[in-house]
């Protein structure tokens, strides 16, 4: 590849990765916002996943860049080139996706049993002071 070819085809990558990366940091917000039901913790947890997934991608593409496909021509080269680009970026985003899930994945488990333990803490409550009969048994309540 000549200097012009690299050079292209480093400003084309870059500008895709950029691109998906921008997507991922728009997407990921509104979703992380659900799921911590905090702005600000939010906005902190997708400028990390996105900087990461930024890192990543680039770094795969710097290396992409210096290694020799065994392909002929110059137009052969930068198609095989840019679909590795391509698949790269894809795996990249659909892992930090993997992630964005997870973190809803584990948050939800979370809330889900922090909720179970207070139903039962208030069971708990309310036997121990509900009336009872003579035999044992809670008095139903009236109506």
């Known amino acids: 590849m000549t200097t012009a070819q ?14 998906v990366g921008r997507v991922l940091f728009l997407s ?7 799921v911590f039901q905090s702005n600000e913790t939010a906005r902190s947890l997708n400028v990390l996943l996105t900087v990461l997934f930024h890192l990543l991608t680039l770094g795969v593409l710097a290396i992409i860049s210096t290694v020799d496909v065994p392909v002929e021509g110059v137009v052969q080269t930068m198609v095989t080139k840019f679909g590795i680009v391509l698949v790269v970026v894809g795996v990249a985003y659909g892992v930090s996706m993997l992630v964005l899930l997870k973190v809803r994945e584990r948050r939800r488990a979370a809330i889900t049993s922090e909720n179970v333990q207070v139903r039962i803490a208030e069971q708990k409550a309310r036997s121990t002071t509900m009336p009872t009969t003579g035999g044992g048994e809670p008095v139903p309540p009236a109506g």
Request: proline share 5%.
């Open 6 to 19: 690299y050079l292209v085809f480093l400003v084309v990558a870059v500008a895709l990765t950029v691109a």
């Open 28 to 34: 990921g917000e509104p979703f992380l916002e659900e």
